[in-house]
């Protein structure tokens, strides 16, 4: 996530920009090395191209939010 992915109307803020977005829920290694994004807002664990899972969209939420 990064700013250009917020959305805001009256008041209403909502995320969009889902392109490459995929749920992870299956054990699938090569699901979870995948490297795409804008990589100032990217968790080290991706920039790593280490196994990662749905926290790192916390980092970069806090990254935005910082």
């Known amino acids: 996530m990064k700013p250009a992915n917020f959305l805001i109307h009256k008041g209403i803020v909502k995320i969009a920009d889902f392109g490459f977005a995929r749920v992870v829920d ?20 991706v920039l790593a191209k280490q196994k990662f ?11 935005t939010i910082y």
């Not at 090569?30 to 664990?45: D, E, I, K, R, V």
């Open 26 to 45: 299956s054990v699938d290694e090569s699901a979870l090395l995948t490297f795409l994004g804008s990589p100032l807002y990217m968790a080290p664990q």
């Open 53 to 63: 899972s749905s926290k790192c969209d916390v980092w970069s939420l806090g990254v």
